[in-house]
């Protein structure tokens, strides 16, 4: 048992380290340069026009649930609308290249789709659920919450750099150049590449213990939990389940991830299990979408923004993600891009063999290593 529940979890690594490498190393190129200034004037009002744009910032943004509370929550003491900081919240958790990557790794290329098209459908709900939904008197005490000090403790203190007044538009980001500091005479470009590798050192300090704990985690399932169990949890229908069963598959999976507390990429290998468990297309949607309210992520908002308002993020959230499932389920069926055919899930499973998973490894291997390092010495690892 203790050799399978091993062989598992390496082979899961080894699936999707390239797919984390290529994301966090594009993410970080072009957050260095490409610099995602967000002001409040622009955020100020819910339009579509100002959603649009904090869901554009947001995907090119790091894929840390919890960084990308700590900016939210400094784009709304800066004064941009509440719909439009979590739309950030949402579009820089599940719109982002590693999270894309590693779900075609994992299960192809209609997952992408799903969470591309799911992510936008969730935030449009989402905003308009907002507007419908949570009083104004919620949203003005969660403001004055948001200027107090949240505090360290829990998982926040590692990223809540925006959490104290400092004037950064994208504090996990950390705009301040790190390659302009040099005075060495080199070039823009290499200062540009050490700025990008000091984003990448960052994004894998914050998220990588998320990731790993995703990835234990699917593997005691995968190895532990057998499919007739999954299947009797998700309520499995043929090739035509009805509202119902397509609802509580949405319901479960968002239940699941609430209570497993993983966030970040490492829910999409937990996803694949539950994928080849039997839950609905839509449900695995509305799993990875709940990495947002997540208990350790209920927390954090409560200390940001005050009990009620954590109640009502939550609300919205489970809602929104029950709501994008169901459109997934339905609108994914007409269009006939339903997954078809047996549910193969590379989870680890002969993966050690000379394929293209091996050739991109041993291509990124180094080049994340180097990046890794080279971010660490230009002063990334004081995100600790």
Known sequence: MLEELVASWAGMVWEIFWGLALGFLLSGVIRAWIPAELVGDKLGRATPRSLSLATGVGALSSSCSYAAASMARTLIMKGAAWANAMAFMVASTNLVFEILIVLFSLLGLAFVLGELVGGLIFIVVMAVLVRLLVPDSVITAARENAGHDAGGGGHEHHHDHGGHDHDHDHDHDHDHDHG?????????????????????????????????????????????????????????????????????????????????????????????????????????????????????????????????????????????????????????????????????????????????????????????????????????????
């Not at 699917?218 to 949890?233: D, F, G, M, Q, Y």
């Not at 839509?282 to 200390?303: E, H, K, N, Q, W």
């Not at 940001?304 to 997934?328: H, N």
């Open 180 to 384: 302009g500091h040099s005075g060495h005479g080199e070039s823009a470009f290499l200062a540009k590449l050490r700025t990008a590798a000091s984003h990448f050192h960052m994004d894998v300090t914050m998220v990588g213990k998320d990731i790993l704990i995703g990835v234990t985690v699917a593997a005691v399932l995968s190895v532990l939990v057998p499919n007739e169990v999954w299947r009797s949890v998700f309520l499995t229908e043929g090739d035509n389940p009805g509202f119902g069963v397509l609802l509580w598959n949405a319901v479960a999976g968002s239940i699941i991830a609430v209570l497993a507390f993983v966030c970040s990429v490492g829910n999409i290998v937990l996803a694949a299990v539950l994928w080849k468990g039997g839950i609905s297309f839509g449900g695995v949607i509305a799993f990875i979408l709940s990495d947002l309210i997540t208990l350790p992520m209920l927390s954090v908002y409560r200390r940001y923004y005050g009990w009620k308002a954590a109640g009502w993020m939550a609300l919205v959230f489970f809602l929104g993600a029950i709501v994008t499932a169901l459109c997934l389920d339905y609108g994914f069926a007409l269009l006939g891009w339903l997954p078809e055919g047996e549910r193969q899930v590379s989870l680890g499973r002969d993966v050690f063999g000379w394929n293209y998973v091996t050739l991109l490894n041993v291509v990124l291997l180094p080049v994340a290593l180097a990046a890794f390092f080279w971010g660490r010495r230009q002063g990334g690892g004081h995100c600790h």
